[in-house]
């Protein structure tokens, strides 16, 4: 065969015009070289044909990531179905996806829930990154999570708490066991239930039976959580081969229905009575032709999907990370015993608790980032997508690749944290470490612009849960159990006693909150009658 040398041979040339065929091919060669470095995808496993690496995810994706991190390295690519997927594993490269190209991974990508159930992110925690999002998050952030919105809802937060003491109380007096994360569940969807339309959206007894909205939240739970083919496979979307968007599209017509009630029946009332309510979905009722001071319009769909959303976003994240905290607490008596010791000697024994202590509690505060740390609510963050094509870390991302950030992993890897699976407050004590999105070592409610919208709203109530929870009472296992459960939807059972720090402390707020009980048993009424009509419709 003839070789290019030989072919150039034939070829009559003179020596100007063999220099730059030379120079030419010289410049090709290093373009290649270039362009294949500047393309080169981070490392990560073979993709089957379809699936890609999908079947490598198991049942923990954050878990097995993590695994395969410390194969293939702290940035890596694989294809999950067949959408491009990047994974950030260390504190390094989630600070290059979440600071430095923030902007270019502000938005998220599309799937069925943010379609079906989330209005066709037509709300805030899926809405497309631009002048809506920002108008709605503008909106959040005045109404509901400034200083002062949380300030004026204290008192709620305290009486619901307060509800929660008193249910606790009467089960530890039968010697009874409770469903710990249940209760705080119940609790935190009422705080919210409260803040945003005044009314209890579960009944005051946790354990007792469920209510329909429930059991509508926790079938939203269990579908978003339901890994479907058509989000990785977007080309069989259309078979709905799981059936998981036809159960969406179901579950969707009644939460709309739900929140469309809530919105005509205040509507109707301040009509009737000519009073406001000061609650956030009265607020956006009264700026929806300008809620953002720039002419920003709200729709009814707006609306229902900002409820829908602080509804779940804002319940399972704060209750979760109570219910482990407790757990902890009491697989370690020594930590629990220091928490008790600073709540008695910075609130004393006599006075009730109150959210204004929280500031002066530093060994809880501790204890709380340690159990942000060890359990991250949600382990992966939200996906985002690059917008554009960009470079991180010497690597080519594809424009539109999911970002994964195992905000889970990078909290129990060695290399960033020493004993990482041990639950030790103290590493934070003393500490300037926050959680809030600036160190990337321990980021549970991600960061950069997209960082969680209720951060202030969590931290108090989840501080505030605690504080009150270990102050009221002494907390045991039953035996044989070791607390596995927690945080994981069945939710961990434990023995609340009257035995260490008495709950008398906590019973003087019962006062103004049983004169509230009644009041908020005509709105649970109300609110059942509604739930059972559409359901006979
Ligand atoms: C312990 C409590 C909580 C944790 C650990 C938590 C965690 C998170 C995380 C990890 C994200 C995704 C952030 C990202 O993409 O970087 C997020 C987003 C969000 N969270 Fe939270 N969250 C908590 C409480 C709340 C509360 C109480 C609310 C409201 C009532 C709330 C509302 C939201 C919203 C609206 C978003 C979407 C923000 C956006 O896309 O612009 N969260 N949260």
Not at 167 to 193: D, F, I, K, P, Q
Not at 270 to 294: H, M, P, W, Y
Not at 452 to 479: E, H, I, K, N
């Amino acid at each position: 065969m003839t070789s290019a040398v030989d072919f150039v041979n034939s070829v009559p040339l003179s020596v100007g015009q063999a220099l730059g065929l030379a120079l030419l091919l010289l410049v090709g060669i290093i373009y290649i070289g270039k362009s294949r470095r500047r393309n080169r995808l981070p490392p990560g496993p073979a993709p089957w044909p379809v699936i890609g690496s999908l079947p490598l995810l198991g049942t923990m994706p954050h878990s097995s990531l993590y695994h395969l991190s410390k194969q293939y390295g702290p940035l890596m690519y694989l294809k999950l179905g067949t959408t491009d997927t990047v994974v950030a594993s260390s504190p390094k490269v989630a600070e290059a996806f979440l600071k430095t190209n923030d902007g270019n991974f502000s938005n998220r990508p599309g799937n069925a829930g943010a379609k079906y159930m989330a209005y066709d992110s037509n709300d805030l925690v899926w809405a497309p990154y631009g002048k809506r999002w920002r108008m709605l998050r503008k909106v959040c952030n005045i109404h509901l999570f400034a200083g002062k919105a949380l300030d004026d809802m204290q008192p709620l937060r305290q009486a619901e708490v307060g509800l929660l003491v008193r249910s606790l109380l009467e089960h530890g007096r039968r010697g009874e066991a409770v469903n710990l994360g249940e209760m705080l569940n119940v609790c935190t969807a009422n705080v919210l239930g409260q803040v945003m339309f005044s009314k209890r959206v579960f009944e005051s007894r946790g354990d007792s039976k469920a209510s329909e909205f429930r059991e509508m939240v926790i079938e939203l739970m269990v579908l978003a959580g339901v890994f479907n083919i058509g989000d990785f496979v977007p080309s069989l979307a259309w078979l709905d081969l799981q059936g998981v968007q036809a159960k969406m599209k179901i579950l969707h017509a009644k939460f709309d229905d739900f929140f469309g009630r809530i919105i005509a029946e205040h509507q109707e009332e301040s009509a009737r009575t000519g009073k406001i309510k000061k609650d956030f979905l009265s607020v956006i009722l009264a700026l929806r032709n300008n809620a953002d001071g720039e002419g920003g319009q709200l729709t009814d769909t707006d609306m229902k999907a900002l409820l829908l959303d602080l509804f779940t976003a804002g319940t399972d994240t704060s209750s979760s990370t109570v219910e482990w905290a407790i757990t902890e607490l009491i697989r370690h008596p020594d930590i629990m015993e220091k928490c008790r010791q600073e709540l008695d000697t910075m609130v004393g024994t006599e006075r009730k608790l109150e959210e204004n202590d929280l500031q002066k509690l530093s060994y809880l505060q501790a204890v709380v980032k340690e159990t942000f740390r060890l359990h991250p609510s949600t382990p992966l963050l939200l996906p985002r997508m690059a917008a554009e094509a960009c470079t991180i870390e010497g690597y080519h991302i594809p424009k539109g690749a999911r970002l994964m950030v195992n905000a889970w992993g990078i909290q129990r890897d060695p290399d960033v944290w020493e004993r990482p699976l041990e639950f030790d407050p103290e590493r934070f004590v003393g500490s300037s470490v926050d959680v809030r999105g600036t160190d990337f070592e321990v980021i549970p409610f991600g960061a950069g612009r997209r960082i969680c919208a209720g951060v202030s709203m969590g931290m108090r109530m989840v501080q505030f849960m605690l504080a009150t929870l270990v102050y009221s009472f002494d907390w045991s296992l039953p035996a044989g159990a070791d607390g596995g459960e927690a945080g994981h939807g069945g939710g961990v059972w434990a023995h609340p006693s009257e035995g260490g720090a008495p709950p008398r402390r906590s019973v003087p707020s019962f006062a103004p909150c049983s004169l509230r009980l009644k009041k908020l048993k005509t709105h649970f009424r109300m609110f059942f009658r509604c739930c059972l009509s559409f359901l006979l419709h």
